[in-house]
Structures are given as structure tokens and as C-alpha cells.
């Protein structure tokens, strides 16, 4: 199936400090990519969607500014999360929407867990 | 408001016997739905679906049942195995398909006790 890879797993960041989180489509190009974020015990909510050479468009309740995102090719997608603070620990997962054989699906990464400090 | 819900945060279930996770939606707009199976500080994995033209879509333990009227799905896991242990979300593409942005329940932690 469908591989789709995050880097970092795991970040550590002082607060004010700005991360960057990586989303790879490794076997497909991915036109539409998601960001997740997961608090402790809660639901999966959506962030974002993120097209190829466009902006992303935000979920209602999210900092566009605070939460950059920047889909620059077909197989990479960013989510900066800047200026960071303790209540932006949380674990964030990437999908990637996947075409081919005529099919539509998503698929997740493995997430990357941040904790600021 | 959460269009898709899980109303059991947990359930516990003996090896070997029946699990069954439910899922109840709001929006009747939509026609198609994911079980998706999620360990802890991994990402989910998808599990399997089910299209509203159908109200029963099987593969191997598990099974998906759909009853539209209700707008209510479940998930049930025979035989239940201690692999199975996770957190399990029901979700909802907006729009019906399978690649546009999905909508999750809140998810439904199993364990399956030896």
C-alpha cells in the first residue's frame, strides 16, 4: 500500500521557537494533503488541507499564522508550527490523498509527537 | 457540533469472543464511512469501509454494519485477539469521498484481555 512518512517521530522545543514537521508521500504524489492533531485521549481534528501550489485552507479555530503550511511539491507537504507554546504539545499526523487506479484514499503517517518546553 | 460520534470511550472484551464498536452520525448527507485502528503514538491505519449502497461490507474478522435509517454503523471483531487492542475511529468523508477531508468519531479504545 501507500506509504506516507513524517519527520520528525518525536521534537522537544523550547517555547517561542518555531519547528517544522515533514510529510512525505514516498510511492505516490499526493495532490491533497491533511494535517491532524491529536490531544492526549481526544479525537482526531483537522487542521488544514493542503493542495499542491496552493494555500491551505484552515479549519475554523485555526491560527493560519501560527500554523504554517506549505504543500511545495507532490510529494512534500510542511506544517511550521511558530512561536511555540506548551499548549501546542500534542501529537500531529499528516494524510496524504492518494489517486491512482481510479481510486480516492487516504492515508496517514506515523505522526510526530512535539512537546514544548 | 461532532457529526460523527462514539458514545463508548472504552470496552473490554475476553480473547476470543465478539467486540463490537458503534458509531452514530448526524449528517445524512453521508454515503460512505471508515473504520480506522490506531495504536499509541502511531498514525492511524485504515481498516475497512463501507458504502451506503450496502449495509454489510465484510473482510476476514472484521465486519461493517450499516443501517441508514438509524444513521448508525458498527464494527464487530470476531474473534476478538489481544492484537486488537487499540483505539478504533469511525469517520466520515465530507462530500462521500473517500479522499476528501474526513470527520472523526472520538474514538473507542478496545482491550482484549488474554
Known amino acids: 500500500g501507500a506509504v506516507v512518512s513524517q519527520h520528525p517521530s518525536r521534537v522537544i522545543c523550547k517555547s517561542g521557537t518555531s519547528v517544522k514537521i515533514e510529510c512525505r508521500s514516498l510511492d505516490f504524489q499526493a495532490t491533497t494533503m491533511f494535517w491532524y492533531r491529536q490531544f492526549p485521549k481526544k479525537s482526531l481534528m483537522l487542521m488544514a488541507t493542503?493542495?499542491?501550489?496552493?494555500?491551505?485552507?484552515?479549519e475554523q479555530g485555526v491560527e493560519k499564522d501560527k500554523f504554517l503550511i506549505n504543500h511545495a511539491s507532490l510529494t512534500l507537504s510542511t506544517l511550521t508550527v511558530t512561536s511555540a507554546h506548551p499548549e501546542d504539545s500534542s501529537f500531529y499526523i499528516c494524510?496524504?490523498?492518494?489517486?491512482?487506479?481510479?481510486?480516492?484514499?487516504?492515508?496517514f503517517g506515523p505522526g510526530t509527537r512535539l512537546t514544548v518546553t | 457540533d461532532q457529526q460523527v460520534k462514539q458514545n463508548s470511550p472504552s470496552l473490554s472484551v475476553q480473547e476470543g469472543r465478539i467486540s463490537i464498536l458503534n458509531c452514530d452520525y448526524t449528517n445524512s448527507m453521508f454515503d460512505y464511512f471508515l473504520w480506522y485502528k490506531k495504536y499509541p503514538a502511531e498514525g492511524p491505519t485504515f481498516l475497512i469501509s463501507i458504502s451506503s449502497i450496502k449495509d454489510k461490507n465484510e473482510d476476514g474478522r472484521f465486519t461493517v454494519f450499516l443501517n441508514k435509517s438509524a444513521k448508525h454503523l458498527s464494527l464487530h471483531i470476531v474473534p476478538s485477539q489481544p492484537g486488537d487492542s487499540a483505539v478504533y475511529f469511525c469517520?466520515?468523508?465530507?462530500?462521500?469521498?473517500?479522499?476528501?477531508?474526513?470527520?472523526f468519531g472520538g474514538g473507542t479504545r478496545l482491550m482484549v484481555k488474554p
Open positions: 493542503s493542495n499542491e501550489g496552493s494555500k491551505a485552507t484552515y
Open positions: 469517520a466520515a468523508p465530507v462530500g462521500g469521498n473517500a479522499g476528501n477531508m474526513l470527520t
Open positions: 494524510s496524504a490523498r492518494s489517486r491512482t487506479s481510479g481510486s480516492s484514499e487516504q492515508y
